[in-house]
């Protein structure tokens, strides 16, 4: 079990103010920022992020909405990282998500449900990788 994990504040976090907000709940539950960029995704590189969803039929329109605005990305730490983010996110849908968490005070919808966190240790490391090199993560 990994110590790390991985979260994309999305579009729609960011647009609306929240990411200030979100940040704040991260830290206030304990999970150390390793590091933190500000990123507008192309299409190649939501393409290729979401790539394990390329034949969902969601696929596309998830695509759009990860370019449609500045997400931030983060790799995090903390004691079972994975488990913990997933803990505070809740549900995928916001309106299934038990009240405290972040999807249910932020998130909109199934697809604009405020953040993004790696579902395993196995996923975490690999999407830590994708946006940034080991000498980044402090």
């Known amino acids: 079990m990994s110590n790390r994990t991985f979260t994309i504040i ?3 976090s960011v647009r609306k103010g929240n990411f ?5 709940r991260l830290e206030a539950e304990g999970f150390r920022i390793l590091s933190l960029k500000k990123v507008n995704l192309s299409t190649k590189q939501a393409e290729a992020f ?3 969803h390329r034949e969902r039929p969601f696929f ?3 695509v759009r909405y990860m370019t449609s605005g500045t997400v931030y990305v983060a790799a995090l730490e903390k004691e ?3 488990l913990a983010l997933r803990t505070l996110m809740g549900a995928t849908d916001p309106s299934k998500a038990d009240a405290g968490t972040i999807r249910k005070e932020f998130g909109e919808s199934i697809e604009q449900n405020a953040i ?3 579902d ?3 996923n975490a490391k690999i999407e830590i990788g994708f946006f940034f090199a080991e000498s980044e993560l402090m």
């Open 60 to 62: 596309p329109d998830l």
């Open 120 to 122: 395993s240790d196995d």
């Open 116 to 118: 993004h966190g790696s």
């Open 50 to 52: 979401y790539g394990v």
């Open 80 to 82: 079972n990282a994975v």
């Open 20 to 24: 200030g907000k979100i940040v704040s």
């Open 10 to 12: 999305k579009p729609d």
